[in-house]
C-alpha cells in the first residue's frame, strides 16, 4: 500500500458539494482505503482568467494502485462529473496527485511531488491539516514551513470553511 494525497477543487456549482461527491467516488474503489479529508477552503484564482473563487481540499488515501493507475481513476472521476479539459479553465472539479509516498517522477503525464504545492496556499492550509510535518522529498522542507514561507512570498486569499452549509 502506498500514502498518498490528493488535492480536490472546484470553481463551478456548489464547490464543497463537488468536492464530496468526487471524495466519495475515489474512497469507493476497492483499491482506495480512506485516512482523511480536511476541511475546505474558499480561494480565489490563482494564474487563471476566471473570477469565480474555487473550494478546495486535501484527502489523504492508503492505495494499491500504481501512482499512473491512481492518475487514470482520477481522470475518471472528473470525467464522470462532467469536468471537460478542453473547455477552459474553470472546472467542475480538479483532482491532482500531490505526494504519493516519497515518490519523485516525471513522466510528462505524471509529475510527483505536484510541481506547484509549495506555491499554493490553497494546497498547503488544507495539506496542513492532514501532514503538518510531512516532508517534500525535492524540497526537503515540512508542508508547515512551505505554508509559511509562502505566507511571507505571496499575498493569496483564503478562507477556512466548514463541510456544512454554513460557512
Not at 463537488?18 to 490563482?46: C, D, F
Not at 491512481?70 to 480538479?94: A, N
Amino acid at each position: 500500500m502506498a500514502l498518498a494525497f490528493i488535492g480536490l477543487g472546484s470553481n463551478i456549482g456548489d464547490g464543497r458539494k463537488n468536492l464530496r461527491a468526487a471524495w466519495q467516488e475515489l474512497v469507493a474503489s476497492k483499491q482506495v482505503i480512506r485516512l482523511g479529508l480536511s476541511r475546505p477552503y474558499s480561494t480565489a484564482p490563482l494564474g487563471m482568467e476566471s473570477e469565480q473563487w474555487f473550494t478546495n481540499a486535501v484527502g489523504a488515501i492508503d492505495t494499491a494502485l500504481s501512482p499512473a493507475k491512481l492518475l487514470e481513476l482520477l481522470l475518471g472521476i472528473e470525467q464522470k462529473m462532467g469536468r471537460d479539459r478542453s473547455q477552459g479553465e474553470d472546472r467542475i472539479v480538479d483532482l491532482d496527485i500531490l505526494y504519493f509516498n516519497d515518490q519523485v517522477q516525471n513522466n510528462g503525464d505524471l509529475i510527483i511531488p505536484h510541481p506547484e504545492m509549495h506555491n499554493r496556499l490553497f494546497v498547503l492550509a488544507p495539506l496542513e491539516e492532514l501532514a503538518p510535518d510531512h516532508i517534500h522529498p525535492v524540497l526537503s522542507l515540512s508542508t508547515t514551513a512551505m505554508r509559511k514561507k509562502l505566507l511571507v512570498a505571496a499575498e493569496q486569499s483564503i478562507k477556512r470553511l466548514t463541510w456544512s452549509d454554513e460557512t
